[in-house]
């Protein structure tokens, strides 16, 4: 059986995990390619106005895979505990995608701690109508979350290799799928490194912790992922030398966790890039040598930053 899995959204949190289970029970997993314009395109054209840029790039994916696989995997998640939620999109995409393509096969899973439905039942019901075997799943799905454990140990090592490290440290705050999209984040990165920054990423850092952490900055912050990525400031206040905050156009949760942010930090330089799909490069990149001129001539006189 095939498998799509569009590369956008939870894709860039879940691949090594999704992979290494969907293999196991013996499936071929297919892997829409790299955001381009056409895929940015065709989302756009499936995508209500009001959808956030994200949202409408994970159409474009969910568009390229009909006809490519069998089923396309798109997951609900809700909560990872009691109290605890998500932005709604991740609720509702699975619905939007049967109606926006009625022509197309999708295959579910839910998670939802405060209703009772953890991880492992949402796989071990993934797996039933996979017509896979409950200790076959079993086993997949405990190697699966192994490999994503590993995988993101080694990340988390690697960005610490970098805390000692003498240039520029700038702290991107993003959510995965846009920091590591082809379209969005990617080209800001590849021009931070060029710039011989060094670019440490709110996603890496153990999620737990950063739930955690996000606290000292925000008591009531409402969504899960922006509570991984908040958490990440506090975690790496001592050692960044400044903060992107990097959001699509026009989120809802990003939008209120970067206003409360940039009012709530203070003696770090911050610039808050917003992108869409009609985003210049060009602009971009003054943006971004204009912030990184300032955090050089902070670090460079060592003076107390205002503004
Ligand atoms: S958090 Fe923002 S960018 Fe992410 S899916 Fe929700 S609205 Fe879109």
Redesign the pocket.
């Known amino acids: 059986m095939k498998i799509g899995i569009p590369k956008a959204?939870l894709y860039y949190k879940y691949r090594i995990m999704w992979r290494s289970f969907l293999e196991d029970l013996n499936c071929e997993v297919v892997v829409s390619p790299n955001t381009n314009k056409a895929i940015m395109d065709t989302g756009e054209n499936y995508s209500i106005d009001e959808s956030?840029t994200?949202?409408k790039i994970f159409m474009g994916h969910v568009s390229w895979l009909i006809g490519k696989c069998d089923y396309i995997l798109i997951p609900r998640i809700e909560s990872y505990a009691n109290g605890d939620t998500v932005?709604t999109?991740?609720y509702a995409l699975y619905d939007i995608c049967r109606s926006t393509f009625p022509e197309a096969k999708f295959i579910c899973y839910n998670v939802d701690y405060a209703h009772h439905q953890t991880e492992w039942k949402a796989y071990k019901q993934l797996g039933e109508a996979l017509g896979a075997s409950v200790f076959h799943t079993r086993r997949a799905y405990l190697n699966a979350k192994n490999e994503l454990t590993v995988y993101e140990k080694i990340l988390q090592s690697n960005q610490d290799d970098l805390i000692h490290s003498d240039n520029l440290k700038v702290l991107i705050v993003s959510?995965p799928?846009?920091i590591y999209d082809e379209m969005l984040g990617t080209p800001i990165i590849r021009f931070l490194k060029d710039l011989n920054v060094d670019v440490f990423f709110a996603d890496i850092p153990d999620s737990a912790d950063m739930c955690a952490k996000s606290k000292h900055l925000s008591r009531s912050m409402y969504?899960h992922?922006?509570k991984e990525i908040v958490g990440s400031i506090s975690h790496y206040e001592s050692i960044i030398d400044g903060i992107i905050f990097l959001?699509?156009f026009p989120?809802?949760?990003?939008s209120l966790t970067v206003e409360l942010l940039l009012r709530k930090i203070k003696g770090i330089p911050m610039t808050n890039l917003v992108v869409d799909s009609n985003t210049g490069e060009a602009g971009l990149h003054t943006r971004i040598e204009s912030f990184i001129d300032i955090i050089a001539e902070k670090k460079k006189r060592g003076d107390e930053y205002v503004g």
Do not use: I, Q, V
């Not at 989120?251 to 990003?254: M, N, R, S």
């Open positions: 959204l956030c994200s949202a932005c999109k991740f959510h799928y846009n969504w992922y922006n959001t699509t989120c809802g949760p990003d």
